[in-house]
C-alpha cells in the first residue's frame, strides 16, 4: 500500500524502525509519534471490530498492545498496530498531507478447520489460491509479479523491530535497508475483482483420501 505514496515511482528504502510495547504505545501515539485518528480508522474498517467500540482501545490483559514505527528514508512515516484482544484481523488507514484519512480492511478467510481424518475442509481460503496462481504465472512468462525487494525490505523491517525489542524497545537505524527499487503501478495480473477473495481453492491439503 505504501509504495503508493507520492509523486515518486522508486522506493528509497527505511532509515529506521523501533518497536514499542505496552503503555509506551499509547504515550508514542499522544506525543503525535504516530496519528491515533488513523489508527481508530483502520480499525473502524474492520467487519470483526464492533461499532462505537472506538473511543478507547481495548486489548487482553496479558498481551500489551505492540507498535513497530518505521521511518522512511524520503521522510515518510509507518505505523505497524497490533492489538490483540481488540482485533485480529487486518485493517489499513493513510492519509495525504492535510487530507482526512483514508481506510479500508485487508481481509483474508481464517484458515479451514483440516484433521487429516480425510473430511472436506470447513471452508476455502481463497487468497492463497490468487497467490498460487501468480506464482505459476511467473514460472511460465519467467516475469516476476512483484519487485522482489520488496519482500526484502519487509523482512528487513521485521527483524530491525525484532532486534529493538531485544535492545530494550531502542530505535535501530537500518542503512542496510537502503533498498531502492521501481515501485510497481499495475498489480499482479491474477487478483479479486470483488472486495472479498472468492472462488476456487487449492485446500484441503493433504489432498482427502478417495
Request: proline residues 9%; negative net charge.
Amino acid at each position: 500500500m505504501v509504495e503508493r505514496r507520492g509523486p515518486s515511482a522508486s522506493e528509497t528504502g527505511v532509515a529506521a524502525v523501533q518497536c514499542l510495547e505496552g503503555e509506551d504505545v499509547w504515550a508514542a501515539g499522544a506525543a503525535g509519534r504516530f496519528d491515533l485518528e488513523l489508527a481508530r480508522a483502520a480499525c473502524a474498517a474492520v467487519s470483526s471490530v464492533a461499532e462505537g467500540a472506538m473511543e478507547d482501545f481495548e486489548y487482553a490483559e496479558g498481551t500489551p498492545p505492540t507498535a513497530f514505527i518505521i521511518e522512511y528514508r524520503d521522510g515518510f512515516r509507518g505505523t505497524v498496530l497490533m492489538l490483540s484482544g481488540f482485533v485480529s484481523d487486518f485493517g489499513y488507514a493513510a492519509r495525504a498531507r492535510g487530507e482526512a484519512p483514508v481506510s479500508c480492511e485487508m481481509y483474508s478467510q481464517r484458515p479451514p478447520a483440516y484433521d487429516g481424518t480425510g473430511e472436506p475442509a470447513a471452508g476455502p481460503v481463497a487468497h492463497f489460491s490468487y497467490l498460487a496462481r501468480n506464482v505459476e504465472e511467473m514460472m511460465v512468462t519467467g516475469a516476476p509479479s512483484y519487485p522482489v525487494e520488496r519482500t526484502l525490505l519487509a523482512s528487513g523491517m521485521l527483524e530491525a523491530a525484532l532486534q529493538s525489542r531485544r535492545h530494550g524497545h531502542a530505535r535501530i537505524a537500518t542503512p542496510h535497508l537502503a533498498v531502492e527499487y521501481k515501485r510497481e503501478a499495475a498489480l499482479p495480473p491474477h487478483m479479486p475483482k470483488g472486495p472479498r477473495p472468492t472462488g476456487a481453492t487449492l485446500l484441503p491439503w493433504p489432498p482427502a483420501k478417495l
